[in-house]
């Protein structure tokens, strides 16, 4: 994956932006490949390239990462086992995370070998992050996530689910806490993500452009950086993921190996091991997902499991849910949101910039203001933004309440209206599939009467009785909506919400105090859903280091005046 943001960050985005827990372990175990004892290096390389795609095609939409474990690839052979890690997880979507499971730990020097192998883009396996043994201590870690790698991360071994793990990890410590072994590497996790930092030279001030993880921190300042250290915490125990979860804190991301094949509970393992904001910790599947007949079926069960399981340990914790799991986006209603920040939201700012859709400037709106940015979707006339686009408008959807406590979307079908939201629900209707396993079916609406060939004015899925997302552009005055709502309803569809790209939230006049947004979402009473609003605009240029001062001025100040 590249990207500017740190591994972690990148796992807590993508979490939220997908809505899951779920971490698909790539683990071609040579029984699994059915292949004879005696099939040479080539054959084994290729039947494990291909198992590894059969799952990456089947569970892309569920998984938040994916850990391939380097000792299946290694044990191939050492012509081509490194080389086929390296072509799987070139294969693997550029928006998904890469955790090699290596395990490494060692000297300094060896160490900064081992990251260069598991990081370098060229030479090595391109991963993002890794899992590494903190035995050796501080030094033998410090190279995977300082430096030229200060942005990559490391779960360590804190309690692994392996029975062996009592042996040593569970020991008491005699120190002054009497804590055990894996305690102290778990409050070490905290530490040494402070150190790495500090090795760095970065202020932890302005180290963060996290703005997406708000909901794995329920109790952290604004101000910490993100961590760069996780911790393995096998799901087979639940007494220790508890005591790992107490010592590391809210903000440390757990992954927790062991459902399935191993025999670790699920629930109970949620229940030891989430935050409080329901989120920091990660289920790693391997087996039972390859093993499965139907590898998306499963992965998509597990997904939907974990996130029942989640749900039932925040209700239990008296925790009101749906926006702290996955949502940084606090008002769906119109109100534009708070000023967070989510990656999905960051990577569409960027390349509406780039193509020239979001410009910033002076620019007389019909409204008669003049506005320091002007967006013209329109101008979204490539293949490559059309697919960003529609894959930031399915993320924003996926991040709303247009998604249920189960992880399911609250709509049948996708409507389009004529014109330009035609194309906006055809890509919004293909990107939840693609990107989400969503599917859903797709309909819009001709402004011309036909009296051959299909005829009528609704073309595609049949909404009679559906319930239906529309989708457009953005909302000016509110007049096409509210035409699509009317249209809908004649034909007794149910309208539930609308999806939109940009939400300007600013007040209609000076003396009506409520956004076009705002004001669709209060008389119609279904959620607008816009990818960002005016805060997140706002929110990005004081973090970002490309534009000039002023514009952030320009921009605060317009939002000042006209701003709901
Ligand atoms: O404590 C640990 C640390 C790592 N693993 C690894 O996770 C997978 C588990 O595979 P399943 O098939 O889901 O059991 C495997 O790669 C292990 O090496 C772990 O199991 N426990």
């Not at 290096?41 to 039947?47: F, L």
């Not at 494990?48 to 892309?60: E, G, L, M, V």
């Not at 501080?138 to 995977?144: A, G, I, R, Y």
């Not at 790693?284 to 997902?289: A, E, L, T």
Request: proline fraction near 4%; hydrophobic fraction near 40%; charge should be negative.
């Amino acid at each position: 994956m590249t990207s500017s943001s740190s591994f972690f960050q990148q796992l807590s985005s993508r979490s939220q932006s997908i809505n899951s827990l779920l971490c698909i372990g790539l683990d071609p175990h040579f029984k699994e490949l059915n292949l004879p004892p005696t099939a040479n290096e080539t054959e084994r390389a290729e039947a494990a390239y291909q198992f590894c795609q059969r799952i990456i095609d089947a569970t892309h939409p569920y998984t938040v990462c994916y850990k391939p474990n380097a000792a299946f690839f290694e044990a191939i052979g050492t012509k081509l086992g490194c080389a086929t890690l390296r072509r799987v997880i070139d294969s693997i979507p550029s928006d998904i995370p890469i955790l090699l499971d290596v395990k490494r730990g060692d000297i300094g020097t060896t160490a900064s070998a081992y990251a260069d192998a598991c990081y370098d883009t060229v030479h090595g396996l391109n991963g993002d992050g890794v899992t590494l043994s903190p035995l050796m201590g501080w030094d033998s870690v410090e190279p995977f996530i300082t430096g030229k790698y200060a942005n990559k991360g490391a779960f360590l071994l804190c309690k692994t689910s392996n029975p062996g793990s009592n042996d040593i990890l569970a020991l008491t410590l005699q120190n002054n806490n009497n804590e055990t072994l894996f305690e102290k590497i778990a409050r070490l996790a905290n530490e040494w993500s402070q150190k790495a930092v500090v090795s760095d030279n970065v202020p932890s001030s302005s180290s963060s452009t996290d703005n997406n993880n708000t909901t794995s921190s329920s109790s952290s300042s604004s101000s910490s950086p993100p961590p760069k250290l996780g911790l393995v915490v096998g799901a087979t125990d639940p007494q220790a993921l508890s005591a790992a979860r107490r010592a590391a804190g809210p903000d440390v991301w757990i992954l927790a190996p062991g459902v399935g094949a191993q025999g670790g509970d699920l629930a109970s393992a949620c229940k030891a091991g989430l935050n409080d904001a329901g989120t920091g910790m990660l289920i790693p599947v391997s087996r039972s997902v390859s093993g499965a007949a139907d590898p998306g079926a499963e992965a998509q069960r597990l997904k939907d499991e974990i996130n029942a399981a989640r749900s039932a340990v925040l209700e239990a914790r008296g925790v009101k849910k749906r926006k702290q799991i996955d949502n940084t986006n606090e008002d769906h209603g119109g109100g534009g949101g708070g000023g967070g920040v989510a990656l999905y939201q960051k990577e569409f700012l960027e390349f509406s910039l780039q193509e020239g859709v979001l410009k910033f400037g002076s620019f007389v709106l019909k409204s008669g203001r003049t506005s320091p940015y002007f967006f013209n979707a329109g101008l979204f006339s490539s293949g490559s933004a059309l697919h960003k686009l529609g894959k930031s408008y399915a993320a924003a959807i996926m991040a709303s309440e247009l998604v249920d406590k189960d992880g399911k979307v609250t709509f049948d079908v996708v409507f389009g209206p004529a014109y330009k939201g035609i194309s906006l629900g055809a890509l919004v209707c293909a990107a939840l599939y693609n990107n989400f396993g969503v599917e859903t079916g797709f309909a819009y609406n001709r402004k011309e009467v036909k009296d051959h060939g299909e005829g009528g004015i609704l073309v595609g899925a049949s909404m009679a009785g559906k319930r239906v997302l529309i989708v457009d552009d953005v909302i000016t005055a509110g007049t096409a909506i509210r035409e699509s709502y009317d249209l809908l309803k004649s034909i007794e569809a149910i309208p539930v919400g609308v999806s939109i790209a940009l939400d300007r939230a600013e007040k209609k006049s000076l003396d009506d105090p409520l956004s076009a947004v705002q004001a669709v979402a209060r008389d119609l009473n279904i959620p607008v859903v816009s990818i960002v609003a005016l805060p997140q605009l706002q929110e990005y240029l004081r973090c970002s280091s490309k534009y000039d001062e002023e514009v952030l001025k320009h921009v605060t100040e317009y939002r000042s005046m006209y701003g709901v």
